[in-house]
C-alpha cells in the first residue's frame, strides 16, 4: 500500500533523577557527597532512507517514544543515557512540526533532530561548595519535549509519466524499466505512484508514472490532487497521450485537458522540459489522429512510440537522457515550501495570569526548574523557595493582589501562597 502522508506524536526521552549518596568508608571519617547525575533522555531524529517509497510503516505506530535516561548512582556514576530513536523515512518527505515546515529532507541518510531528551537531574555531589559540604538535594530528570508531526511524502524521480487514465503510462514504464505496475487491456486507473529505474548505455534515471489526473484534478476531483504534488520535484515531464482515438475521444483535446490542469496546479510546471509522446501507434487509426494531432502543434517536438511493442522506446529514452544532462534543466527545488526563518523575541523569565481565581504562572525557565525539583526533600524545597524570590515571582504575585492563603500553580504543582 502507498501512504504519501502521515500525522504522528513523538516524545523524546526524560532525563533520569539525580541520586543522593554519601561516601561512608571505616578509614574516611569526611567522606562527602557522592551522588551522581542522571542520564539525559534519548533525542528522536528522522533519517533519509533511500530504500524507502512510502510512509505506510509509520501509519501503524501513530505514537513514538525515545528512551528515558537511567538514574545516576552512588560512587558518583553517572547514569546511562537514553538511546536516541531514529525513524526512517522516504526521500523527498516534508516534516511539518506543530504546523509549521521543519525539514525537509532530500539527501541519502541525512538526518533531524526533531524533539531534544529531557536533561538528567544533577546528583548532591554536583551541589557541594566550600561552605556547602554536605548537601541533600538532587534534581529529578528534566522532562523530554514533546510534537505533533506531519510528514508528506514528495517522490524524488528525475522523470514524470502523466496523462490521462489508459493513456499506456503504466506500459512505458514497465518496458523501460523493471518495475511491475498494474497493467489492464481496459480502461482502469493506476490507484498509486509506481517508481522505476531506467539504466541505458551505463546511464540511469528514476522514472514514475503519476496517477489519477484527470479533468479538475487540480480541484480535487478524482486521485490527481493527491498525487499531483508528486511532479513537482521532477526535471522532466513525459505527457502520454493514446492516439488510438479510443472511445471516440480525439488525442488534442486529451492533451489539452492535462496541459490544462498542470498549468492550473502549479505555474512553475510549465517551466518543465515536457516531452510529448504519442503512444499506441501500432493500433488502427493512429495515424489518422497523428496526422490531425500536428496540425495543431506544428513547432512542438513529438515522439511517436508503442510502449505495448517497444517501437521508437529506444529514441525517447535518449531524448530523456539529453534533457536530463542539459545545463538549463529546471531546478525543482523552485516548487518546495520555504522554511520559515526562526525568530527570537525576548521575553520575561514568567508570566502570571488568573485563571478562575488561581494565580497560573508560565515560563520555560520556572516550569523545568519546578519539574525537576524534588519536593520531598527540605533541602530542595528551600533552595525553589531561594531561587523563586531572587527571581521576582513573590513580588510579582503581591504586584497582581495574590494573598496568604491563594492557589497559585507553575505548570502541575500546585502550592498555597504565603508571604
Not at 566550600?130 to 548537601?135: D, V
Not at 530542595?380 to 521576582?392: A, P
Request: with cysteine.
Amino acid at each position: 500500500m502507498f501512504i504519501d502522508k502521515v500525522s504522528i506524536s513523538l516524545t523524546a526521552g526524560r532525563g533520569g533523577d539525580g541520586c543522593i549518596s554519601f561516601r561512608r568508608e571505616k578509614y574516611v571519617p569526611y567522606g562527602g557527597p557522592n551522588g551522581g547525575n542522571g542520564g539525559k533522555g534519548g533525542d528522536i531524529y528522522f533519517e533519509g532512507d533511500p530504500h524507502k517509497t512510502t510512509l505506510l510503516d509509520l501509519s501503524y505506530t501513530p505514537k513514538f517514544k525515545a528512551e528515558d535516561g537511567q538514574k545516576g548512582l552512588s560512587s558518583n556514576k553517572f547514569g546511562k543515557y537514553g538511546e536516541d530513536l531514529i525513524i526512517k523515512i522516504p526521500l523527498g518527505t516534508l516534516v511539518f512540526k506543530n504546523k509549521e515546515l521543519f525539514v525537509d529532507l532530500k539527501n541519502p541518510y541525512e538526518r533531524a533532530l526533531i524533539v531534544k531528551g529531557g536533561q538528567g537531574g544533577r546528583g548532591n555531589s554536583s551541589f557541594k561548595t566550600n561552605k556547602y559540604t554536605a548537601p541533600r538535594i538532587a534534581e529529578k530528570g528534566g522532562f523530554g519535549e514533546t510534537a505533533e508531526v506531519k510528514l508528506e511524502l514528495r517522490l524524488i524521480a528525475d522523470v514524470g509519466f502523466v496523462g490521462l487514465p489508459n493513456a499506456g503510462k503504466s506500459t512505458l514504464l514497465s518496458k523501460i524499466s523493471a518495475a511491475k505496475p498494474k497493467i489492464a487491456d481496459y480502461p482502469f486507473t493506476t490507484l498509486t505512484p509506481n517508481l522505476g529505474v531506467v539504466e541505458y548505455k551505463g546511464k540511469h534515471f528514476v522514472a514514475a508514472d503519476i496517477p489519477g489526473i484527470i479533468e479538475g484534478a487540480h480541484k480535487g476531483k478524482g486521485l490527481g490532487f493527491e498525487f499531483l504534488r508528486h511532479i513537482r520535484r521532477t526535471k522532466v515531464l513525459i505527457h502520454v497521450i493514446d492516439v488510438s482515438g479510443f472511445d471516440g475521444k480525439d488525442p488534442y483535446e486529451n492533451y489539452k485537458i492535462i496541459n490544462n490542469e498542470l498549468k492550473k496546479y502549479s505555474k512553475y510546471i510549465s517551466k518543465k522540459h515536457i516531452i510529448i509522446v504519442l503512444n499506441k501507434i501500432d493500433l488502427p487509426c493512429s495515424q489518422k489522429h497523428i496526422k490531425n494531432f500536428k496540425k495543431h502543434l506544428k513547432y512542438k517536438k513529438l515522439f511517436e512510440i508503442s510502449a505495448a511493442t517497444g517501437d521508437n522506446v529506444d529514441i525517447l529514452i535518449k531524448e530523456i537522457l539529453k534533457m536530463l544532462e542539459s545545463p538549463f534543466a529546471f531546478n525543482p527545488e523552485e516548487e518546495i515550501e520555504t522554511i520559515p526563518v526562526k525568530r527570537y523575541v525576548y521575553e520575561p523569565e514568567f508570566k502570571i495570569n488568573i485563571e478562575d481565581g488561581t494565580f497560573v504562572v508560565t515560563g520555560a525557565k520556572i516550569e523545568t526548574l519546578t519539574d525537576m525539583t524534588r519536593f520531598s526533600e527540605d533541602e530542595s524545597l528551600r533552595r525553589y523557595q531561594n531561587i523563586l524570590k531572587k527571581m521576582g515571582l513573590e513580588k510579582e504575585l503581591e504586584k497582581m493582589g495574590a494573598k496568604a492563603g491563594d492557589n497559585v500553580r507553575i505548570g502541575s504543582f500546585k502550592f498555597t501562597f504565603e508571604k
